[in-house]
């Protein structure tokens, strides 16, 4: 298969700081790039060569788009299949709609996990309380209640603690008529992510497992490598390889999974682009996981993904430190040992925003995480002075 080289055109579908840190990369390797999202300002059609500025329904613009493209990949998980099926008519579009199509699903995600011997939660599929009632006597409590489509960063979920409690969840969680997933509570001692890249010819390369904390549901931090032995990370990555292969990815697959109490790896999601918890390859890494993603596509030769020094990265979220620009605590952020910055330009913060994070080096993972969070706390210490005002907000 001959390779897409430098000088040709990659179409991203999705304007985030995922596809902002993508173009980056593609841009320093001399591709061109251009940006399929309806934002104007989004933050990644500030540094691609071209824009489309179009609402993600819109069959034109999906055309143009593929006109405009050597390859399609993607930096947002859910859009539309069918759309990018269209697509796919015309360009390579790397993942492809099939892929999407179970990532987008999580009752689709977890049976793919299972036909491919990884383990995952109990759950059940529901569709009414009476399902919810059902799926409760046979998993148990506590379990938790989500919709089988469209949330993430732990939006359109429950906890059920008590089967009294079924009817509020099942009103909460979802509208009228959507599809849910009932899923065991899974008692863990820590989350894992591991982020794998897929190339057209097959070549698979897995970069080292990140230890991830949440805060509210959302991605606080990540720690590479995860604190955990080395059986447990050999499974992890076991586990990411055989989605990407028997997903037949091509571009880059993220699992998340949780190292349960009792010594078992189970998958919970998966998503079939770049991660907020592989950003610290950009720093740690000899290839990002967003070069990495632009081999895989390009059908070029997969990057080292080994780890040259452990690493961790911190959010920085719009409640905390606002759009990040102007901040007072820059400087004693960078005077931090190996700190790095980075901002994904978008102009509005709000709460469980993410608008950029920072990332630093260690001799251990400890000191690693350490650092960054020392890093972190200087951007957004001063919540209450002089830097929100500075920040407009
Ligand atoms: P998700 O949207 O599936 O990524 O869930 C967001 C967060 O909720 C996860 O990162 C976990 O911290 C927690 N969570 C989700 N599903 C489960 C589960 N089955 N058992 C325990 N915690 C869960």
Not at 32 to 43: E, G, I, L, T
Not at 168 to 174: E, G, I, M, Q, S
Not at 176 to 182: C, N, Q, S, T
Request: hydrophobic share 45%.
């Amino acid at each position: 298969m001959t390779p897409i080289l430098p000088g040709s055109t990659i179409g991203i579908v999705g304007g985030g700081q995922l596809g902002r840190m993508f173009a980056l990369e593609a841009r320093r390797m001399g591709y061109r790039v251009v940006v399929w999202d309806p934002a104007a300002d989004s933050p990644a059609a500030a540094l691609a060569d071209e824009a489309i500025i179009a609402s993600f329904h819109d069959a034109d613009a999906a055309l143009e788009l593929a006109r405009r493209s050597d390859v399609v990949t993607l930096e947002w998980e859910n859009a539309d299949v069918e759309t990018l099926r269209a697509l796919e008519a015309v360009v390579p579009v790397r993942p492809g709609p099939g892929v999407l199509e179970v990532a987008q699903h999580r009752i689709r995600e977890k049976d793919a996990a299972r036909r491919l011997g990884v383990p995952t939660a109990e759950y059940r599929a529901v569709g009414s309380l009476h399902d919810l009632h059902a799926a409760l006597a046979e998993i148990g409590v506590p379990a938790v209640l989500k919709t089988a489509r469209g949330g993430y960063d732990g939006k359109g979920q429950a906890v059920i603690r008590d089967g009294a409690e079924a009817e509020t969840a099942f009103r909460t969680v979802a509208p009228e008529g959507a599809e849910l997933i009932l899923e065991a509570f899974v008692r863990f001692r820590m989350e894992i992510s591991v982020v794998c890249a897929r190339s057209p010819s097959g070549e698979i390369a897995c970069f080292p497992v990140g230890e991830n904390e949440h805060r509210g549901g959302i991605l606080h931090s990540t720690v590479a490598p995860a604190r955990i032995s080395p059986e447990l990370a050999e499974e992890a990555r076991r586990i990411a390889c055989a989605l990407a292969e028997g997903l037949e990815v091509v571009g880059l697959l993220a699992v998340e999974m949780f190292v349960g109490d009792d010594g078992v790896v189970r998958m919970n999601e998966i998503a079939p682009r770049p991660h907020n918890s592989g950003h610290y390859t950009w720093e740690a890494c000899p290839v990002s996981q967003f070069e990495q993603q632009l081999r895989a596509v390009c059908g070029l030769p997969l990057g080292s993904a080994d780890l040259l020094r452990p690493a961790a990265m911190v959010n920085l979220m719009g409640g905390d430190a606002g759009t990040g620009l102007g901040r007072a605590g820059t400087a004693d952020m960078m005077a931090v040992p190996t700190a790095a910055l980075h901002l994904y330009g978008k102009a509005e913060a709000r709460p469980g925003r993410k608008m950029g994070h920072v990332t630093a080096l260690g001799d251990t993972a400890d000191e690693a995480l350490e650092r960054a969070d020392r890093a972190w706390r200087a951007l957004g210490s001063e919540v209450d002075g002089g830097a929100l005002a500075r920040d407009g907000g």
